[in-house]
């Protein structure tokens, strides 16, 4: 069936430096795919998202590209900040919608000043 | 954004005993609701998606006597735990989507069943 695998976490960083969060997904046909995140104490919001190979999704300094060919949608940052610290889910729709999306682990960020 | 709550956002219950737990759409029609489940260190599973007003479509292997949902209206929805026992204490989130059809999701409930 359709999963996602994200790296396991937690990933601590220093502030101002690059994050890369690895996501990968088995699905059949042509998912959409997402990125969550969770900061504490509030509900999962949506980051960014791809419905198509190729497309690059990004918002508040964070993006990721759709790779069809190694069925991956990594999640970056050039340079993270200390609000950045929450928990981030990959996900995809496996019907291209934003309907039944299935999730990965979560990763958790801790970024220090 | 469009906001979700979730009520009550912790409870202890014993077991044997039902919980209510309610999901409400504050801004926005909530066309579609999902109600999700995340035992720790584990990914977001989905129970079950209701629409308005029509039964719920629960997934394979989540008991519908056990996890009832209603979604009565527009702005909310609620799902009980039936008799519950230990081994259904997690964490209950849910999520609704409207016309955008992006889901927004609720800050989840813990529920600890002794």
């Known amino acids: 069936g359709d999963s996602v695998t994200q790296m396991e976490g937690p990933v601590t960083l220093s502030e101002e430096a690059f994050l890369t969060i690895n996501c990968t997904y088995t699905?059949?046909?042509?998912?959409?795919l997402f990125w969550y995140v969770q900061y504490p104490g509030e509900g999962l919001q949506l980051l960014l998202k791809?419905?198509?190979?190729?497309d690059k999704g990004s918002n508040k300094g964070f993006e990721a590209t759709y790779r069809k060919e190694t069925t991956s949608f990594h999640l970056e940052k050039g340079s993270v900040q200390v609000s950045d610290s929450a928990v981030y889910f990959c996900?995809?729709?496996?019907?291209?919608?934003?309907?039944?999306?299935?999730f990965g682990k979560g990763t958790k960020l801790t970024v220090n000043p | 954004g469009a906001v979700v709550s979730q009520h009550p956002s912790r409870v202890i219950c014993k077991s044997g005993t039902s919980v209510k737990i309610e999901c409400r759409s504050l801004?926005?029609?909530?066309?579609?609701m999902f109600w999700y489940r995340q035992f720790p260190k584990q990914s977001l599973m989905l129970m079950a998606t209701?629409?308005?007003?029509?039964?719920?479509?629960?997934e394979q292997g989540v008991e519908k006597d056990k996890f009832l949902i209603n979604h009565a209206s527009l702005t909310l929805s609620t799902l009980t735990v039936t008799s519950a026992h230990p081994e259904d204490s997690s964490f209950y989130i849910c999520?609704?989507?409207?016309?955008?059809?992006?889901?927004?999701f609720g800050p989840g409930t813990r529920l600890l069943v002794l």
């Open positions: 801004d926005f029609q909530a066309t579609t």
């Open positions: 996900a995809l729709s496996p019907q291209g919608g934003s309907e039944k999306l299935v």
């Open positions: 699905a059949t046909g042509y998912p959409s």
């Open positions: 791809a419905t198509k190979a190729d």
């Open positions: 209701s629409n308005e007003g029509s039964k719920a479509t629960y």
């Open positions: 999520s609704a989507s409207g016309e955008s059809e992006t889901q927004y």
